[in-house]
């Protein structure tokens, strides 16, 4: 198959070229604030299918569905709690997920057999539009083999999904650099599923209590069942395999200059690149500038596979802030092989 690139800078007839093949059941990419996502109609299972055949997605993962009018959210849940809507109001069109009953409208495919939905208002402006000329919601998961890292330019995606989907629609490298917040709202208490581009701290301003999944910080063995299943899946992970090293970055620094071996890769804040020599250095922004590590990180974990370094060492933020975002993809790409020096 011919994958199209398709720029709404040049053309703007684009948007219904990709509407038109959304209509017919196809599956795009498309940019979003977050990351790229691979999107098909999320009122139709079989386009949803679409997207698990091109990712090689396991079937038990639900799809997020993203929609551009706050109408569409009373649409696809069942019902809307007042926790939705402050949420909404403080935080869409955003980087968060918000998790409600289904509605039946929502096919088998896209809640992966739950009975729940995954829904986000993204603030993208090209994603927006599609979603409207489309006038559909439109499911989509990161646009990624899955196992990879999450694509944030469309370079990335035609890396991955070339010759498996029909188009990729051009909307610049994303803003916020990891997937959305997902926020679960059907329990007794708001739980926090995955961090993302809203911080926990965030939401505990706008809900008061939030509790945090321990998948998050953990790892979880295979035969456990998690509120997310996305969450048990080895993810983000470059061809080599990655040791996260946790703590104050001098120190971090240190073991990291000790124990790296020859044809080692390094994911470093920027202060420390210089003093690296040997090794394959990606850097991922300045030790306290998160929202510049968040843009960067899966670009530095995508860049190790052009390279012939056969390990990889990460240096990692703390857990405040969009910190426990960027930890929670770097210890994820590392499988949870983590060193704790503090
Ligand atoms: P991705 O878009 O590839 O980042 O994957 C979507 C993530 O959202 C996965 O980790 C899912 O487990 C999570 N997710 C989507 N829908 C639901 C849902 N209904 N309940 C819990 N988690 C969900
Ligand atoms: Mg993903």
Redesign the pocket.
């Known amino acids: 198959m011919d994958t199209q690139l398709l720029d709404p800078e040049k053309d703007k007839s684009v948007y219904e070229k990709a509407a038109s093949l959304l209509k017919s059941g196809e599956v795009v990419a498309i940019p979003t604030e977050t990351?790229y996502?691979l999107a098909a109609n999320a009122l139709s299972g079989e386009a949803v299918e679409k997207i698990f055949a091109a990712k090689g997605?396991p079937q038990d993962?639900?799809?997020?569905v993203h929609i551009a009018d706050l109408k569409q959210m009373k649409e696809l849940a069942r019902y809307v709690p007042e926790s939705a809507k402050k949420l909404a109001d403080a935080f869409w069109p955003g980087p968060l997920?918000i998790?409600l009953p289904?509605a039946d409208c929502i096919p088998v495919q896209?809640?992966?057999g739950?009975d729940?939905?995954?829904i986000r208002f993204p603030s993208h402006k090209v994603a927006q539009k599609l979603i409207k000329t489309a006038g559909l919601p439109l499911a989509?998961?990161?646009a990624?083999l899955s196992g990879r890292p999450?694509t944030t330019t469309s370079n990335h995606v035609m890396q991955d999904l070339k010759g498996k989907i029909p188009a990729v629609l051009e909307g610049g490298a994303c803003q916020v650099g990891v997937?959305?917040t997902?926020i679960?709202l059907v329990g007794e208490k708001p739980r926090l599923?995955?961090p993302g581009g809203i911080s926990l701290e965030q939401l505990i301003e706008v809900l008061g209590d939030v509790e945090v999944d321990r998948a998050i910080t953990e790892k979880i063995d295979d035969d456990v069942r998690v509120?997310?299943?996305?969450?048990k899946y080895r993810h983000y992970a470059p061809k080599a395999p990655v040791t996260v090293v946790c703590g104050n970055p001098d120190k971090t620094f240190e073991y990291i200059k000790l124990n790296a071996g020859e044809k080692a890769g390094v994911l470093c804040f920027k202060e420390y690149v210089k003093m690296f020599p040997k090794c394959e250095c990606r850097e991922m922004g300045s030790v306290n500038d998160l929202k510049e590590q968040a843009k960067r990180i899966f670009d530095a974990l995508r860049a190790f596979d052009e390279t012939e370094v056969c390990e990889i060492w990460a240096q990692c933020p703390s857990d405040k802030g969009l910190g426990l975002a960027i930890a929670n993809r770097l210890k994820k790409a590392a499988g949870f092989h983590i060193i704790e020096l503090d």
């Open positions: 990351v996502g997605r993962n639900p799809l997020i997920t998790i289904k896209v809640s992966a739950l729940t939905v995954g989509a998961p990161s990624n999450s997937e959305s997902v679960s599923l995955r509120s997310a299943p996305g969450m």
